[in-house]
Nanobody
């Protein structure tokens, strides 16, 4: 089992920045990739970014490319999502997820373990 805990969410004005963290515990050696997803009220959960744990390969949604950066700290078993130039449409609950096999992926079903989510609210 892998446990994931997100933190760093909050309220920020448009144009501002936030950094989310996803701390992993448990069988942390058992996953290959970590992704960030988000879900706004009344909408489906959507892919944001993903990183391969060992190689550091990254992949982004077109909606956040150039504004968000995903990174990892292997020693701390933590993945980060640096979010810059935030827009009101970025408002959502952000979830991190771990994938056991394979590299970066965009589908929710590709990930086995999920955190509880952290709220990000961007005011206009």
């Amino acid at each position: 089992q892998v446990q994931l805990v997100e933190s760093g969410g909050g309220l920020v004005q448009a144009g501002g920045s936030l950094r989310l963290s996803c701390a992993a515990s448990g069988r942390t050696f058992s996953y290959n990739a970590v992704g960030w997803f988000r879900q706004a009220p009344g909408k489906e959960r959507e892919f944001v970014a993903s990183i391969n744990w060992n190689a550091g390969v990254t992949y982004y949604s077109d909606r956040v490319k150039g504004r968000f950066t995903i990174s990892r700290d292997n020693a701390k078993n933590t993945v980060y999502l640096q979010m810059n130039s935030l827009k009101p449409e970025d408002t959502a609950v952000y979830y991190c997820a771990a994938r056991i096999q394979g590299t970066v992926a965009v589908g929710r079903n590709d990930y086995t373990y999920w955190g509880q989510g952290t709220q990000v609210t961007v005011s206009s």
